[in-house]
């Protein structure tokens, strides 16, 4: 079993950054996929980062811009955040999958002001 709890998130203006922070209660090593999903009012939940075997991959909306990390010590997911624009504001999800198994954390609230 795996449970995960976000943190992070704030009120930013156009072109801040922010790194948010997904501790597992689980261990988060082997094949563990990580990923970063985001939901906005009205919106479908949406891809934002995923990390799996060591390689990254990030949606087109926030590719060069998001980074996506793992500290396996401290069974960590960082997204670090740079230019950030109000468009990506949303409610920020960490994803876990394992053994089959898909968990997904509460959320962190993300805004960013013109």
């Known amino acids: 079993q795996v449970q995960l709890a976000e943190s992070g998130g704030g009120l930013v203006q156009a072109g801040g950054s922010l790194r948010l922070s997904c501790v597992a209660s689980g261990t988060i090593f082997g094949s563990n996929i990580m990923g970063w999903y985001r939901q906005a009012p009205g919106n479908q939940r949406e891809l934002v980062a995923i990390?799996?075997?060591?390689?990254?991959n990030y949606a087109a909306s926030v590719k060069g811009r998001f980074t996506i990390s793992r500290d396996n010590a401290k069974n960590t997911v960082y997204l670090q955040m740079n230019s950030l624009k109000p468009e990506d504001t949303a409610i920020y999800y960490c994803k876990a999958t394992r053994g089959g198994a898909i968990y997904w954390g509460k959320g962190t609230l993300v805004t960013v002001s013109p």
């Open positions: 990390s799996s075997g060591g390689i990254t």
